[in-house]
């Protein structure tokens, strides 16, 4: 297999650490980059994504780019939840997951990087679980949980234009819940739908290196990515396997407990 050049934003983050520990392990050359060091990549760039030139700067030569890095939810769902009636749209969404994105975007155009995996998540579909509709199936229009969800939306909308007027290959992969701390695993624990949405760190790592690792990709695509559901599949696994052979090896809880 050859191997590749693959910048991961987010890669000391739950689900970067995870990218990076499988991309590694396959020989590929990670440059991780983040708010704070990476662990295990002692190369790691630690600057922010509203930093474009720097973004520009580590996206030259490279093959492909995972962008994982965002403000990862909600502060508070819906507004008006007590104690107070804050949320983290203006703060911190907007900022990191609509700016920063299009800065990712532009960094890949820029430097002709051919590939981009964007991480969007299963919230964007969320209304048809809510409506007892199941499996979702990635062709569905979006139907978005709250406002996180809503920037990840607009995020695949980026993805799908930049793919079509810049002639890159545009992945945005619709995660399942690996969670990032103990509450997340409780919460997770004490719902047999939550642990359908599941996804292992080691499934997430091995969807991100066939990811890069295909030989092609369409021009833009969604898919969902979970692990073995225990239950039902509430979302349509086929795209993720159609496109890159993904095939899920772990359920609910397998390294959940590993954040
Ligand atoms: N974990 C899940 O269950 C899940 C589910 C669906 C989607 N996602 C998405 O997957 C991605 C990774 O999520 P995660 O669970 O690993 O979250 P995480 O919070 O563990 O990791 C995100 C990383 O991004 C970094 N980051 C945030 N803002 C940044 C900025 N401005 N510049 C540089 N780095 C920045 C953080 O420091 C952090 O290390 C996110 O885009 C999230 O929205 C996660």
Request: with cysteine.
């Amino acid at each position: 297999m050859k191997t590749s050049r693959i910048l991961v934003t987010g890669s000391a983050g739950r689900l970067g650490r995870a990218a990076v520990t499988e991309l590694v392990a396959r020989g590929h050359t990670v440059i991780g980059f983040d708010l704070r060091p990476t662990p295990g990549l002692p190369d790691s760039i630690v600057g922010s994504l509203q930093d474009a030139e720097l973004l520009n700067r580590l996206a030259a030569g490279v093959d492909a780019i995972i962008h994982l890095a965002a403000t990862p939810d909600d502060a508070r769902f819906p507004r008006g939840t007590a104690p107070d009636d804050g949320d983290n749209f203006l703060s911190d969404l907007v900022p990191n997951n609509i700016v920063g994105g299009y800065h990712v975007l532009e960094a890949a155009r820029k430097n002709g990087v051919k590939r981009v995996i964007l991480a969007s998540t299963g919230q964007v579909v969320d209304g048809y679980l809510d409506a007892g509709r199941s499996p979702v199936k990635a062709d569905w229009p979006t139907h978005p949980r709250y406002l996180y969800a809503s920037t990840k939306v607009f995020l695949e909308a980026l993805g799908s234009a930049y793919a079509h007027a810049h002639g890159m290959k545009v992945l945005a992969v619709r995660l399942g819940w690996c969670p990032r701390n103990a509450v997340q695993v409780a919460q997770i624990a004490a719902s047999a739908e939550d642990q359908d949405v599941f996804l292992s760190p080691g499934d997430a790592g091995r969807f991100f290196a066939g990811a890069v690792e295909v030989d092609d990709l369409p021009p833009f695509a969604p898919v969902f990515v979970t692990s073995l559901p225990l239950g039902k599949h509430l979302y349509d696994p086929a795209p993720a396997k159609e496109l890159v052979g993904f095939v899920p090896q772990d359920s609910w809880p397998t390294g959940a407990d590993d954040y």
